[in-house]
């Protein structure tokens, strides 16, 4: 019990404290893609470290050779994910510099819904009528968080370019996530050799597109320009997030991740409220975040029940 509250709270405070973390490393004038490719570096490392611990030093530098080297076409497979990924995890910056924290979060939970036509079309996967109807729940949860009325030309631009990047996140979230878990299925290779083939293309694709895009950025300030601790922290967090989840379900169940992402929205959206001053909470506010948490705990607590065996 004590394991499931303390991954509970570790959950939270990682999922409101990224979101923050991300936006405020939008004030600095700091490569976005450079930041991409040091998350991707830290996954590769991490990835390479576990492998290690859980099969040894001699097995492992086996299990690369064989695997990643011998094996360049799952490896260029990997590459489809991985090439999502990147360009996901620089959408998000982009989103948090048009849109406040909580309609940040809350919209993000769009992913649930792509998550799940991917996951029916790639792994045929069943999802149950409760489910479905959540599903609709959260589209028009977002839809009447969106809905801001009274605002002006440039903040209506803004916020369309931040919805449209976090919209096409969800979309490259879902694909990329379940095109990964289909690999990962489809064979019987460690999980932590898959991460780090995924988090070796990803280092490649990251600095490809750092070469291409920050050519001026590198020749008139560097690399390094407005590196610091907010950055650093940004890093980390993104890098061991989705490992955190992991490790969260694999040690407790899907419903104590459920319910860490209705406490993170509401965390934040207080915070945003209160700290930041940023949101008026307005009727169809509330609507809307009362529908997409109501459908968050729905979905997550809801999974199809299993076919009954044919006698």
Known sequence: MFLK??????????????????RKAREYDVSVPFVVLCQEVVKLLSALAALIISEGLVPAARMVK???????????K??????????????LFVALAHLDPTTYQITYQLKILTTALCSV?????????????SLLLLMLGVVLVQWKE????DTSSSSLIGLGALTCATLTSGFAGVFFELMLKSSNKSIWIRNFQLAL?????????VLLTQQEHISTKGLLHDFNGTIIAVILSQAYGGLLIGLVVQFTDNIVKVF??????????????????????????????LLVLTS??????????PKAKSE
């Open 5 to 22: 509250y303390a991954c509970l709270v570790v959950l939270v405070l990682q999922t409101v404290s990224n979101v923050f973390l991300v």
């Open 66 to 76: 064989h695997d990643v080297i011998f094996e360049p076409v799952t490896t260029l």
């Open 78 to 91: 990997v590459g489809v994910p991985a090439f999502l990924y990147i360009i996901q995890n620089q959408l």
């Open 121 to 133: 079309v790639l792994l045929g996967r069943r999802i149950s009528g409760a489910q479905w109807g």
């Open 150 to 153: 009274g605002a002006t030309a």
């Open 201 to 209: 293309v990803s280092c490649v694709v990251a600095t490809g597109n």
């Open 260 to 289: 860490a992402t209705s406490i993170s929205i509401i965390l934040s959206t207080l915070l945003t409220i209160f700290y930041l001053h940023e949101l008026s909470f307005t009727l169809r506010f509330g609507v809307g975040l």
């Open 296 to 305: 968050t705990v729905i979905y997550g607590t809801n999974p199809p029940k």
